[in-house]
């Protein structure tokens, strides 16, 4: 187990061995993380190498208030964020769709692995991948997502349940889920 | 039932949410090369331009004393500088004295043979720079005087007297001249080996002759230059004998633990470097020299051992890394091999190395040198010898590795890390051989080591130590 706060102070000073050690305490979940927010593992090694040189140009600014891996996380958010809004320029015409909510039996859930999730959610178009993971994952507001992806609450709104169909089908079409209960929700 | 259920949100945060996986381990070594950058960015952007300035220069001032040779070892016209006499141009004085002379033929054939001789002295030293302190000595008021005694005169005997007259004092004042210019001369020559002295004015009073009673100052606006080449250019090329590393040294702090266990070796090669440099004599034994050169520092490592190079993900493109005493090289994969991942092994002590036996690395790390050298001669003769010693930049200019296998090249990438600029240090003998005045022969054993690491990377330490026998050719200008 590392020293976090002896390591952050030395990594602010550019320490190299104490940027290895928190490198390698932290890069699979930040990999985790960035695999969650990309098409593939190329664009998530990229977003990792970015998220963990900003991580380490702008650690003297982290004023232990609060998790050092929740800092950490939403720099390799923002770095995922960036990236999106610097290559989707065109915007999804704004609809609002009624979701119908599919509940997926528990026994079914412990036969699917992560890593099939993971394909899943990488297959989803870019848009619809970042406000599922946003919203869905971390847990921000259709307010929170429309600011940091420039869009408005409905676009995020929209885009969300159009996900979550996506989703939804795939996840029947590959483990071939029985449909127990519909209920039908707004978004 | 419905208690067991969980819609499409819970399924995708609960296995995603905490989702974790290994990254591929080139990658903090990319972060470790892109943070250095970043560092180094501002200060490389500064030492560049100065560097490039400083080059620029170099080239401005050789191209400058290469196109203006005939500037030089000469005495300015307005370096001698005539005080208590109203003097105009030289020029005009010659024609006056020649006009005078001319016309004294004209109304004088008697004294033809004189003044023949005298009217040739006037020619031939009027041709010459130094004409113009012969000239000087028929000065104006003196001229005026006899070009009004020259003035056509009724009597044929009075105008032979003032003839006589005027060429007697000719003839002293050639005299005054000659000594004036033997003066300059043994002045000139004397400055040869006092280029150091500060000599801004003299007033001197070198005549005997006292019939013009004056004294003549001489005001220098610059010490007169050295006539033996001052500044000089040379072409040089070196074979260079690279300094071996040492193998217990390691790139990089992550892979550092897993280098000691197999005979991973780091050779360095013969290279070569060339370049010109241009010299300038500061003093009768000291001459200061800069000017670019091309070195290369080139080490082969075999039975390298790699990191990333699982057959299983045997695909070109792939990214692999190797830890050598000059640091982390970073490689990608082109083609197949038989090489496995150095990381799979969990016991690696006592490991036989076959998996990266065929395994050979070749870096290449090449400089723009610019160097600063100053050589004190200690022999200045037909072979002359001198102390050399200097400090250079030196400028990243290439930066390549290359992997093979049996021959066969398998991956290409570089040293990751490498400073955009480093500094060294030189010491050397130059023995010369003076082929023509301007042309000398020069073979010089040097040694060189840089100064900082040539890794940014603070776990290298790399200061590679150089041999070279630097053979020149130097050309001497004015």
């Given at each position: 187990?590392?020293?976090?706060?002896e390591?952050?102070?030395?990594?602010a000073?550019?320490?190299?061995?104490a940027?290895?050690?928190?490198y390698?305490?932290?890069?699979?979940?930040?990999?985790?993380?960035?695999?969650?927010?990309?098409?593939?593992?190329?664009?998530a090694?990229?977003?990792?190498?970015?998220?963990?040189?900003?991580?380490?140009l702008?650690?003297?600014?982290?004023?232990?208030k609060g998790?050092f891996?929740?800092w950490?996380?939403?720099?390799?958010?923002?770095t995922?964020?960036?990236?999106?809004r610097?290559?989707n320029?065109?915007f999804?015409?704004?609809?609002?769709?009624?979701?119908e909510n599919?509940?997926?039996?528990e026994?079914?859930?412990?036969?699917?692995?992560a890593?099939?999730?993971?394909?899943?959610i990488?297959?989803?178009?870019?848009?619809?991948?970042?406000?599922?993971?946003?919203?869905a994952?971390?847990?921000?507001?259709h307010?929170?997502?429309?600011?940091?992806?420039?869009?408005?609450?409905?676009?995020?709104?929209?885009?969300?349940?159009?996900?979550r169909?996506?989703?939804?089908?795939?996840?029947?079409?590959?483990?071939?889920l029985?449909?127990?209960?519909?209920?039908?929700?707004?978004? | 039932?419905?208690?067991?259920n969980?819609d499409?949100d819970?399924?995708f945060?609960?296995?995603?949410?905490?989702?974790?996986?290994?990254?591929?381990?080139?990658?903090?070594?990319?972060?470790?090369?892109?943070?250095?950058?970043?560092q180094?960015?501002?200060?490389?952007?500064?030492?560049?331009?100065?560097?490039?300035?400083?080059?620029?220069?170099?080239?401005?001032?050789?191209?400058?004393?290469?196109?203006?040779?005939?500037?030089?070892?000469?005495?300015?016209q307005?370096?001698?500088?005539?005080?208590?006499?109203?003097?105009?141009?030289?020029d005009?004085?010659?024609?006056?004295?020649t006009e005078a002379?001319?016309?004294l033929?004209?109304?004088a054939?008697?004294?033809?043979?004189?003044?023949?001789?005298n009217?040739?002295?006037?020619?031939?030293?009027s041709?010459?720079n130094?004409?113009?302190?012969?000239?000087?000595?028929?000065?104006?008021?003196?001229?005026n005087?006899i070009?009004?005694?020259?003035?056509?005169?009724?009597?044929?005997?009075?105008?032979?007297?003032?003839?006589?007259?005027?060429?007697?004092?000719?003839?002293?004042?050639?005299?005054?001249?000659?000594?004036?210019t033997d003066?300059?001369?043994?002045?000139?020559?004397d400055?040869?080996?006092?280029?150091?002295?500060?000599l801004?004015?003299?007033n001197i009073?070198?005549?005997?002759?006292?019939?013009?009673?004056?004294?003549?100052?001489m005001?220098?606006n610059?010490?007169?230059?050295?006539?033996?080449?001052?500044?000089?250019?040379?072409?040089?090329?070196?074979?260079?004998?690279?300094?071996?590393?040492?193998?217990?040294?390691?790139?990089?702090?992550?892979?550092?633990?897993?280098?000691?266990y197999?005979?991973q070796?780091t050779?360095?090669?013969?290279t070569?470097?060339?370049?010109?440099?241009a010299?300038?004599?500061?003093?009768?034994?000291?001459?200061?020299?800069?000017?670019?050169?091309y070195?290369k520092?080139?080490?082969?490592?075999?039975?390298?051992?790699l990191?990333g190079?699982?057959?299983?993900?045997?695909?070109?493109?792939?990214?692999?890394?190797?830890?050598?005493?000059s640091?982390?090289v970073?490689?990608t994969?082109?083609?197949?091999?038989?090489?496995?991942d150095?990381?799979?092994?969990s016991?690696?002590?006592g490991?036989?190395?076959?998996?990266?036996?065929?395994?050979?690395?070749n870096?290449?790390i090449?400089?723009?040198?610019?160097?600063?050298?100053a050589?004190?001669?200690?022999i200045?003769?037909?072979?002359?010898?001198?102390?050399?010693?200097?400090?250079?930049?030196?400028?990243?200019?290439?930066?390549?590795?290359?992997?093979?296998?049996?021959?066969?090249?398998?991956g290409?990438?570089e040293?990751?890390?490498?400073r955009?600029?480093v500094?060294?240090?030189?010491i050397?003998?130059?023995?010369?051989?003076?082929?023509t005045?301007?042309?000398?022969f020069?073979v010089?054993?040097?040694?060189?080591?840089?100064?900082?690491?040539?890794?940014?990377n603070k776990?290298?330490n790399?200061?590679?130590?150089?041999?070279?026998?630097?053979?020149?050719?130097?050309?001497s200008?004015?």
């Amino acid at each position: 187990m590392i020293n976090l706060e002896e390591t952050i102070q030395k990594c602010a000073s550019g320490d190299r061995k104490a940027q290895t050690t928190l490198y390698i305490h932290f890069a699979s979940k930040m990999y985790g993380v960035c695999l969650r927010y990309s098409k593939d593992s190329a664009e998530a090694e990229d977003n990792l190498q970015d998220g963990f040189i900003r991580v380490f140009l702008k650690i003297d600014q982290f004023r232990f208030k609060g998790s050092f891996e929740g800092w950490m996380r939403r720099i390799m958010v923002n770095t995922a964020l960036e990236k999106f809004r610097k290559n989707n320029h065109l915007f999804a015409v704004e609809d609002m769709v009624v979701y119908e909510n599919v509940q997926v039996a528990e026994e079914t859930i412990s036969s699917i692995s992560a890593d099939d999730l993971l394909k899943i959610i990488q297959e989803l178009p870019p848009r619809y991948r970042m406000v599922f993971n946003l919203y869905a994952i971390e847990g921000y507001s259709h307010q929170e997502i429309a600011k940091l992806m420039n869009i408005n609450e409905g676009t995020s709104k929209s885009n969300l349940s159009r996900a979550r169909t996506i989703l939804q089908k795939k996840v029947i079409d590959e483990f071939g889920l029985e449909k127990n209960t519909v209920t039908t929700t707004l978004c | 039932m419905l208690n067991e259920n969980k819609d499409i949100d819970q399924l995708f945060r609960e296995k995603l949410g905490d989702f974790e996986k290994t990254p591929p381990s080139f990658l903090w070594t990319n972060i470790q090369v892109r943070l250095d950058e970043k560092q180094n960015g501002l200060r490389f952007t500064m030492v560049k331009t100065v560097g490039i300035a400083a080059a620029i220069l170099l080239a401005f001032l050789a191209g400058w004393w290469i196109t203006n040779p005939t500037d030089k070892g000469t005495i300015p016209q307005n370096s001698v500088a005539i005080q208590n006499k109203i003097i105009p141009v030289a020029d005009t004085l010659s024609k006056k004295t020649t006009e005078a002379v001319e016309r004294l033929s004209v109304n004088a054939n008697p004294v033809a043979p004189v003044h023949s001789i005298n009217t040739q002295k006037v020619d031939k030293t009027s041709s010459s720079n130094l004409s113009t302190l012969a000239t000087f000595a028929a000065n104006t008021s003196f001229i005026n005087k006899i070009n009004d005694k020259a003035e056509p005169k009724t009597s044929e005997l009075e105008l032979f007297n003032s003839e006589k007259e005027f060429l007697s004092k000719l003839q002293s004042k050639f005299k005054l001249a000659k000594k004036l210019t033997d003066w300059i001369t043994t002045s000139k020559n004397d400055s040869t080996t006092n280029i150091g002295s500060n000599l801004k004015s003299l007033n001197i009073n070198p005549f005997n002759n006292t019939s013009t009673g004056e004294t003549i100052s001489m005001a220098y606006n610059n010490p007169v230059k050295n006539t033996s080449g001052r500044w000089s250019l040379k072409a040089e090329i070196a074979p260079i004998f690279n300094g071996q590393p040492q193998n217990n040294r390691q790139g990089s702090s992550l892979f550092s633990g897993s280098q000691n266990y197999l005979s991973q070796k780091t050779q360095s090669s013969n290279t070569v470097s060339a370049g010109m440099m241009a010299g300038y004599k500061v003093g009768k034994h000291l001459v200061v020299k800069s000017g670019l050169v091309y070195n290369k520092i080139r080490q082969t490592t075999s039975h390298v051992n790699l990191m990333g190079a699982n057959p299983t993900s045997n695909i070109p493109g792939y990214a692999m890394s190797a830890s050598t005493p000059s640091g982390q090289v970073v490689l990608t994969r082109k083609g197949n091999s038989s090489m496995d991942d150095a990381m799979n092994f969990s016991n690696l002590s006592g490991i036989s190395t076959s998996y990266s036996a065929n395994g050979e690395l070749n870096q290449n790390i090449e400089f723009i040198e610019i160097p600063l050298q100053a050589t004190y001669k200690l022999i200045s003769q037909k072979v002359n010898v001198g102390l050399t010693g200097g400090i250079s930049t030196n400028i990243l200019v290439g930066n390549s590795a290359n992997l093979s296998e049996n021959g066969t090249g398998i991956g290409s990438g570089e040293t990751a890390s490498m400073r955009h600029i480093v500094y060294s240090g030189a010491i050397g003998i130059e023995v010369g051989y003076e082929i023509t005045n301007r042309i000398v022969f020069t073979v010089e054993p040097r040694l060189k080591r840089y100064i900082n690491s040539l890794s940014s990377n603070k776990s290298v330490n790399f200061k590679p130590s150089q041999m070279e026998v630097v053979t020149g050719l130097s050309y001497s200008f004015n």
